[in-house]
């Protein structure tokens, strides 16, 4: 029987090889919906991992790589993920609320749907990023870079956008 536990599945994820073997778990269980919350990936190199449909909510990740990451409607909320590398990940439709998001680097994902509520991204860079319809109300985005990013249809109900770069972004 595939490991399902939270704590089996982080010894699985951390392990040699553990992307390759988390992703191979993920194809065998036919991408069922797993639980990782509140566990601790700060520093971890999880690039091209598949979390999609996984529950992180209150995990840590500061630092943490997760380049070319599949992480379609993954639920981070309350997770601290400060200086974590979502490059060119895809994220449409992930729960980021509540989370600190602060100067992670978000150039080139695919985000569309994403919900970013009451999330601290101040000092973020979402450069090239796929945001459709994304949601960031409530959100601090001070400092936050946009440089040719697609917001159409985003919402930034009384967000803080002080100092964000905008100017470039195709709305």
Sequence with gaps: ????????????????????RFNALRRETGFAVLTLSGLDFSGHDLSGINLSNCNMAHCRLQDALLHEANLVFTVFNGSDCEGAQFYQANLEEAEFGRCNLKHCNF?????????????????????????????????????????????????????????????????
Excluded at 133 to 140: E, G, H
């Design 1 to 20: 029987m595939p490991p399902t536990s939270p704590d089996d599945l982080y010894a699985l994820i951390a392990g040699p090889d553990g992307v390759e």
């Design 107 to 171: 150039s080139g994902v695919a985000a569309s749907e994403a919900d970013f509520s009451d999330a601290d991204l101040s000092g973020a860079t979402f450069l090239d990023a796929n945001l459709a319809q994304a949601v960031f109300d409530r959100a601090n985005l001070a400092d936050a870079d946009f440089t040719q990013a697609v917001l159409r249809g985003a919402s930034f109900v009384d967000t803080l956008l002080e100092f964000a770069l905008l100017e470039d972004a195709i709305r």
